[in-house]
Structures are given as C-alpha cells and as structure tokens.
C-alpha cells in the first residue's frame, strides 16, 4: 500500500499532470463565461429578431399526456441551442488561440539580443585595447 501511494504521488505532482489540472479548471471558469454571453447577451437579440422566439421552447409533441403516461415531445430547439452554443464557444476559443499565436509569432520576431561576448572575445578585446593604448605612447 506504500509503495502504491508513493507512485501515486509521484504521478499526481508530475507537471504535466498539474498542467492539465490547471487547463480543467480554467477551461470551466472560460466555458461558464462563454454560456452566460451566450445565454444572457447574444441570445436576446437573435431572439428578438426572430419575432420574441425562444429555441429552447420549440419542440415536436410525439404523443399528449394522459392520466398514466406524461406527454412524449421531442425538445429539438434544446438541441438547436446546444448548436449555436457550441458554434460561439468554437469561435471564442478560435479567437482566443489566434490571439494567442499571434503574440507568440511577435514575441518570435522580435530580434533576439546579440549574445554577449565569450570569454575569448573578451580577452582579445582587452589585448585589442592595451596594443592601441601602446601604440599612441
């Protein structure tokens, strides 16, 4: 049981297991906010130009209720907003990941700092500099 829980711990605190921890959580917080701009901003007014019709409401009644059984209804407007909600979430994180590339792209382009003189550059610069100072005497 030692040996089970000591290799459990090595792999729980590797880093790219900690890595994708960090991406799960993130990736829900991102999800929540991305649902609620669909949901709260972006479904009113599409909405609204549909004439006030909500997707989520439309649905296809198989078979009524009666007393024993409830009503079979095939809720395809659930469906329909799960599509567009999917559709939004693919574009946001298009988005994101473009924005993303392109700063890496820049931060790439940017030229690097001349690498600083190796030691031998160095000393050859002194030597350089004593000749010069030699040579004006």
């Not at 130009?49 to 079979?72: E, H, N, R, W, Y």
């Amino acid at each position: 049981m030692k040996k089970f829980l000591a290799e459990f711990k090595r792999f729980a605190m590797r880093g790219n297991v900690v890595d994708m921890a960090v991406g799960i959580i993130i990736g829900a917080a991102f999800g929540k906010i991305v649902s609620s701009l669909v949901a709260d901003v972006l479904m009113p007014p599409i909405g609204m130009l549909l004439g006030g019709m909500d997707f989520s409401d439309l649905a296809i009644t198989i078979k009524q209720a009666t007393a024993d059984d409830p009503a079979v209804v095939v809720g395809y407007g659930k469906f329909i907003q799960t599509v567009l909600d999917f559709i939004i979430v693919a574009f946001a994180v298009f988005g994101l990941v473009k924005g993303m590339n392109s700063l890496k792209k820049k931060q790439e382009e940017a030229p690097a700092a001349p690498p600083a003189p190796s030691k031998e550059e160095q000393l050859l610069s002194e030597i350089r500099d004593i000749l010069k100072e030699q040579n004006r005497k």
